[in-house]
């Protein structure tokens, strides 16, 4: 069965750094394209990062291109999150999605398991 599992958010600093994972089970990583999401309190749930099968092509939402980076590491079936810079409006729930099919989705329809989320705070 198919399982997603976050970790690594917390409490940061603006301008602080944090490294979220998505431990992934019961599919073949490998084969998939895969995605985070968040979401804020009070606010729908948006994009902010995807990235293919390989991992040789990556896409950001434009608010944290420059200050975050995703990638993936298919011998273990993870994928992450890195965060820097980060600013008090990145605070939200940080899901991490897995495609439906091979295609390049960016939009939450093209996405069909998730994890439960892992919550970040950036806060002084």
């Known amino acids: 069965q198919v399982q997603l599992v976050e970790s690594g958010g917390g409490l940061a600093q603006p301008g602080g750094s944090l490294r979220l994972s998505c431990a992934t089970y019961?599919?073949?990583?490998?084969?998939?394209?895969m995605a985070w999401f968040r979401q804020a309190p009070g606010k729908e749930r948006e994009f902010v990062a995807r990235i293919s099968q390989d991992g040789t092509i990556t896409s950001y939402q434009d608010s944290v291109k420059g200050r975050f980076a995703i990638s993936r590491d298919n011998v273990k079936s993870t994928l992450y999150l890195q965060m820097n810079s980060l600013k008090p409006e990145d605070t939200a729930l940080y899901y991490c999605?897995?495609?439906?099919?091979?295609?390049?989705?960016?939009?939450?329809?093209?996405?069909?398991?998730w994890g439960q989320g892992t919550q970040v705070t950036v806060s002084s």
């Open positions: 019961g599919f073949i990583f490998s084969t998939l394209p």
């Open positions: 999605a897995k495609s439906r099919t091979r295609l390049f989705p960016r939009q939450m329809d093209g996405y069909d398991y």
